[in-house]
């Protein structure tokens, strides 16, 4: 039996048709952004033009770091705590995306291709709360 799964925080992702996560985009100048942005912050765009947009796919681990000590209140995690792998990831749409590894810290690389997955972040009242995160290919 599968445990029932909700995202972690509404509205920043869906994984229904695939890991999809929603951000935003200049018509203009074609600027990512996740979250979503309320204007272009390019310093080179003539006209800030904000649409909604969803992300998904994958990228290059650009840098990483491991976290060994619990988050502090309001973000959760299932105790006792289990130190993992925070990532800096390049995507391939030109966002930069900060997110929790799938993988330990054993199998890091730099340079590494990495593609976007929704998986549990802590469990709480009979449910599976997720997040995206990046697994190594
Ligand atoms: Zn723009």
Known sequence: M?????PAVAGLF???DGVRLHGAKCTTCNTPYFPKAAHCRNPDCDESKI???SFGGGGVLWS???ADFPPPAPHKYDKPFVPYVIGVVDMDNGLRLVGQMADGLEAMRIGARVELAIESIYHEAGKAFTSWKFKLL
């Open 64 to 66: 990483y770091s491991v």
């Open 2 to 6: 599968s445990q029932q799964r909700e």
């Open 14 to 16: 869906s994984e229904e």
């Open 51 to 53: 649409e909604p947009c």
